[in-house]
């Protein structure tokens, strides 16, 4: 099992779970079953489902075949293994490696990337490259998700054109990034394969279709956007990907009962 999800506290059966494996013996004229107790993995990621920020860690985890355990958060309440790992801000996600805490999403990212060296990389070697990307990612965090966040807040017709122009002015401009860094047929920010950008961006895509339906208008566009909606499709549609980021329909369900901070 990949990433098997632990509830906490309480892990109870679910957590002896993840630690027993079943073989079969193969053997024909008296086969059995072989329990073999396996050590727990070394890394835990502490997080919910419909958080973009968590959804980056998994991904990233995924990109480095990591088995890890998902620790997920109630809704409204903080566990003490939270507030223990995250004094400072008590936020998630946090990762905890051989039992050291980290924390903030793009951190994160960067300390899987620089600690498991095994698959593609996620930052680009080249210093300048690294760079831009570090650039772009915080141009997310600072400007897109805020403005994303203001937009499946908005009320009012004004209010919403304002937030939803603000928004695709973003996106157009992420459009001519994507273009000059997939020229050569390269389909992702990171180039043949999802780097840091894509994992920044690809996050908030789930949430993106929530703002539009919510607000009823059409933010990424075949027509004014064609790259990133190509890009949407081959985001979503990578294994390390699938499965990760919750469908739109589980997150209106989410966001109907409070406004999720994400």
């Not at 905890?96 to 060296?117: A, G, M, N």
């Not at 499946?152 to 157009?172: Q, W, Y």
């Not at 999802?194 to 539009?212: H, M, N």
């Not at 980021?245 to 997150?251: A, G, H, M």
Request: proline letters at 6%; charged letters at 25%; glycine letters at 6%.
């Amino acid at each position: 099992m990949r990433h098997p999800v632990v509830d906490h506290p309480g892990l109870g059966l679910q957590f002896l779970a993840t630690r027993l494996k079943v073989f079969l013996n193969p053997n024909q004229k008296n086969p059995s079953f072989i329990i073999v107790l396996l050590p727990m993995a070394s890394v835990k990621l502490i997080g919910g489902r419909p958080s973009p920020f968590v959804n980056r860690v998994q991904i990233a985890l995924n990109l480095k075949s990591i088995d890890y355990e998902f620790l997920q958060e109630k809704f409204g309440s903080k566990s003490e293994l939270l507030l223990k790992s995250n004094p400072i801000h008590k936020k998630i996600p946090v990762l905890i490696h051989e039992d050291k805490p980290i924390c903030e999403s793009l951190i994160i990212v960067q300390y899987i990337d620089e600690t498991w060296t095994s698959g593609s990389s996620i930052l680009p070697s080249d210093p300048y490259d690294r760079a831009t990307a570090q650039f772009w990612a915080a141009y997310i965090d600072e400007k897109c998700i805020p403005n994303l966040r203001a937009l499946r807040a908005a009320k009012g017709e004004e209010e919403k054109s304002e937030a939803s122009n603000r928004l695709f002015e973003m996106l157009i401009l992420l459009e001519e990034v994507l273009v000059k860094c997939s020229e050569g047929g390269k389909g992702f920010f990171g180039g043949d394969k999802i780097g840091y950008v894509d994992i920044a961006l690809g996050c908030s895509l789930g949430w993106l279709k929530v703002a539009e339906k919510l607000v009823g208008v059409k933010l990424l566009d075949a027509e004014k956007t064609p790259e990133l909606v190509g890009w949407a499709e081959r985001f979503c549609a990578d294994d390390a990907v699938k499965g990760v980021i919750p469908e739109t329909e589980e997150l209106l369900e989410f966001s109907k009962n409070f406004i999720p901070k994400v």
